[in-house]
């Protein structure tokens, strides 16, 4: 019964994985269009709400930067770590090439 088990999750993880992440791109993508104005809004923001002394204000425009904040440094995190196992890959196809020692300049004799 255990193979069971990991059949089921073997199948149910190779269905909604991918589903996942097709739901997840248009969510990426208008977090990542939309964290500038974002960023400015909130910036302009707690400075006045800064300026008043009001904390709730401050708290809440901070709250409302945090779930983009963490996807895009997420993403950025996926991003690092696909570029760096590219990297490895293309480091490693190339043919290896054996060092041999630099030769000796020519002189000429005037």
Same mark, same amino acid.
């Given at each position: 019964?255990?193979?069971?088990?990991?059949?089921?999750?073997?199948?149910?993880?190779?269905?909604?994985?991918? /589903?996942?992440?097709?739901?997840?791109?248009?969510?990426?993508?208008?977090?990542?269009?939309?964290?500038?104005?974002?960023?400015?809004?909130?910036?302009?923001?707690?400075?006045?709400?800064?300026?008043?002394?009001?904390?709730?204000?401050? /708290?809440?425009?901070?709250?409302?930067?945090?779930?983009?904040?963490?996807?895009?440094?997420? /993403?950025?995190?996926? /991003?690092?770590?696909?570029?760096?196992?590219?990297?490895?890959?293309?480091?490693?196809?190339?043919?290896?090439?054996?060092?041999?020692?630099?030769?000796?300049?020519?002189?000429?004799?005037?």
């Amino acid at each position: 019964w255990i193979r069971i088990v990991i059949w089921v999750y073997l199948v149910l993880s190779a269905v909604v994985w991918p /589903l996942f992440m097709i739901f997840w791109l248009p969510t990426l993508w208008q977090a990542l269009l939309s964290y500038p104005g974002l960023v400015r809004d909130a910036a302009q923001t707690l400075l006045t709400a800064a300026g008043q002394g009001d904390f709730a204000t401050m /708290l809440a425009q901070v709250g409302a930067l945090f779930m983009p904040s963490l996807i895009l440094i997420g /993403l950025g995190f996926e /991003l690092k770590r696909l570029g760096s196992r590219l990297m490895t890959a293309r480091k490693n196809r190339r043919p290896s090439q054996p060092s041999q020692p630099s030769p000796k300049p020519v002189t000429v004799g005037i």
